[in-house]
């Protein structure tokens, strides 16, 4: 139960605070500037490339959006590159929850040698720049065979440094470690215990970085664009790259036509799950 305190310093018990039209305001502003950039990017993708790049920029939407989308659609092959980024960062949003979320079991409530150490190394990985792997990792998958197979991309991407210690983060706090013990007292092994206690308690947090994950593999760009090519078995980020050009210019209305069809599969993932995630974020956070 939460309690505040009244005027007369009396505390009150479940007592709600109700915005003013001030907050209301600022939440609308808000809003409007954060909305613009994705609708700007409707009304250019509604225009000609020319029309785009004059001064001043159009604010209405125009004509030519149904033209630009189809144009866009067949320039590259934006199916199949819909459907790689869909496994892409499917794969590796539940890789990377799945396995950090064991890793973060175990770096905050199993007791074992060298585990500050340890984790210290796996923090460490996080400060080293992905383009110092770049030559060894291609030639890795240069010697599998891999080159423009989506395995190059996930299998890099299955766990992350990030995705460890974030989870680490939430279980040192989420989950007691009497519900632990209470479970192998009864005689649960190892998986169970994962199963039944520790995947129930992280489930917030797991939806948060499951999120997190799929929202930066889907828009990954630098490493998918060395291991595919666009004529081959691109992802979205990867296709876009070599959309709207020709004749030695390229055309922004097409670019950003195809950067608005890249942007609508997470914004229907958004609405989608937008609720559930924003439960999970908040979930524990009023204290009783």
């Known amino acids: ?13 479940g007592r709600q605070h109700h915005a003013g039209p001030l907050a209301y305001v600022l939440l609308g502003l808000a809003a409007l500037v954060s909305l613009f950039p994705l609708y700007w990017n409707l009304v250019a993708a509604s ?14 939407p125009g004509p030519r959006l149904l033209d630009n989308l189809s144009f866009a659609w067949n320039q590259v092959d934006m199916g199949e590159a819909l459907v790689n980024t869909t496994v892409v960062a499917g794969l590796v949003a539940l890789s990377t929850v799945l396995f950090s979320t064991l890793a973060g079991f175990a770096f905050a409530k199993l ?33 599998l065979g891999w080159v423009d197979q989506l395995q190059a991309v996930v299998l890099p991407s299955l766990v992350a440094a990030f995705g460890v210690f ?17 479970a192998r007292m009864d005689g ?22 499951g ?17 595919l090519t666009p004529d081959g078995n691109p992802t979205l980020q990867v296709a876009l790259a070599g959309l709207g050009s020709g004749n030695h210019s390229v055309d922004q209305a097409i670019v950003l ?9 997470l914004l229907l993932v958004f609405a989608v799950l937008g609720k559930h995630i924003v439960g999970g974020i908040t979930a524990g956070a009023v204290k009783s």
Do not use: K
């Not at 150490?117 to 010697?143: E, R």
């Open 1 to 13: 139960m939460t309690h505040t305190f009244t005027r007369d310093g009396r505390r009150g018990a």
């Open 111 to 143: 007791p074992f040698r060298g585990r500050n150490a340890l984790l210290a190394l796996v923090v460490a990985t996080m400060t080293v720049p992905p383009q110092l792997s770049v030559i060894p990792l291609y030639q890795i998958i240069t010697d």
């Open 188 to 209: 649960a092994h190892s998986l169970r215990v994962v199963w039944h206690v520790v995947f129930p308690v992280a489930r917030p947090a797991m939806a948060v970085l």
């Open 211 to 227: 999120m997190l994950v799929f929202v930066q593999a889907w828009n990954d760009f630098f490493w998918p664009f060395i291991a």
């Open 166 to 182: 974030f989870m680490r983060q939430f279980l040192v706090e989420a989950l007691p470690v009497e519900l632990v013990e209470a």
């Open 257 to 265: 036509t195809g950067a608005l069809i890249s942007t609508l599969p």
């Open 47 to 60: 225009h000609t490339g020319e029309r785009v790049v004059e001064a001043p920029a159009p604010l209405l």
